[in-house]
């Protein structure tokens, strides 16, 4: 039988995650080790693509852009590495996305934390259980949008400092935070696995405006993103409104 797109999204995560940590615990470490993760894992999952789904196109943070892929319905968004400074600091707080967007919209995907020991897929996505006091939200362990701070200390919430993108977004997938709010910087392939994994978990996922995440876009530039609980959903955008 052949694999579903959901199986094969994280099959691949996890073989890329393993590739990972072994290569990171071979020794090295800084700028070198971190461009050796990022070159070894993208010819993983490019091949592993290309053997799996032949037909599709790949958008890749590691790979030249092939613009034939605006016009194709199925197209695979990664990031083999994300958070690299974390991977080549020792830290565990990096990931790994497999995402595939159908039609624009981000539809499977998976999230492997490969040192943490965890991966997600939307083919069994369950959201874990979420705060009973203040809203925990997750931001940037170096680089805290403005807008992100504003609204933390808007809605009360704790601030808990955090490495990448993929790793923020399944902590509010985990239950470990409530909220992930991003603003500035983020391409196609920082969120499009992330956020098809909070999707399928049953959590809100949008642009920072409220509307929706569009992939496959011929500028892969989407640089804001909000992951959080569906409860929480409305007082975010409205803080974000007034903030």
């Known amino acids: ?27 090295g470490s800084g700028k070198a080790l971190g461009d050796a993760g990022d070159h070894a894992a993208n010819a993983l999952i490019l ?50 996305h497999v995402g595939l967007a159908i039609d624009g919209v981000a539809v499977v995907g998976a999230v492997a934390l490969p040192a943490m020991g965890r991966s997600y897929a939307t083919d069994d996505a369950r959201a874990g259980r979420g705060a009973e006091g203040r809203p925990r939200m997750v931001l940037s362990r170096t680089r805290p949008p403005a807008i992100a701070l504003a609204v933390a200390e808007r809605l009360g919430a704790d601030m808990i400092a955090m490495g990448s993108a993929g790793a923020k977004a399944m902590a509010v997938v985990s239950g470990d935070a409530d909220i992930y709010l991003h603003d500035g910087g983020q ?37 804001d993103l909000l992951i959080c609980r569906a409860e929480f959903a409305d007082a975010v955008l409205a803080a974000v409104r007034e903030g």
Not at 3 to 27: F, H, K, Q, S, V
Not at 69 to 88: Q, S
Not at 203 to 220: K, Q, T
């Open 1 to 27: 039988m052949e694999p579903t797109d959901a199986a094969i999204a994280r099959m691949i995560a996890d073989e890329a995650g393993a590739l990972l940590l072994d290569l990171r615990a071979r020794g």
């Open 47 to 96: 091949g592993r693509l290309r053997a799996l789904r032949p037909d599709d196109f790949v958008l890749s943070e590691e790979a030249r852009d092939d613009s034939a892929r605006c016009a194709a319905r199925r197209v695979w968004i990664v990031d083999p590495l994300d958070g690299t400074r974390e991977y080549a600091g020792g830290r565990d707080d990096w990931a790994v």
């Open 187 to 223: 391409y196609e392939w920082d969120n499009c696995a992330p956020a098809a994994v909070a999707v399928a978990a049953g959590l809100h996922a949008s642009r920072i405006d409220g509307s929706p995440l569009v992939y496959n876009c011929r500028d892969p530039l989407l640089p």
